[in-house]
């Protein structure tokens, strides 16, 4: 339940992103800097998916 906790305004931040419209490459580039902060390895695929 505690790494769920953690998880939870990152959840809500995206969510808040996608409404009231589709914004992907909102939500991507947010990801792409969560995955960069502790030094994850992360990339965009052909697709415009992120990868981790």
């Known amino acids: 339940m505690l790494k769920f906790a953690r998880l939870l305004p990152t959840i809500e931040e995206l969510v808040m992103l996608h409404?009231?419209?589709p914004a992907e490459s909102?939500?991507?580039?947010?990801?792409m800097?969560?995955?960069a902060d502790p030094g994850?390895?992360?990339w965009l695929d052909r697709?415009?998916?992120a990868m981790p």
């Open 26 to 31: 909102e939500i991507n580039q947010r990801l």
């Open 47 to 49: 697709a415009n998916n």
């Open 33 to 35: 800097e969560k995955f």
């Open 19 to 21: 409404f009231p419209r």
């Open 40 to 42: 994850v390895n992360a």
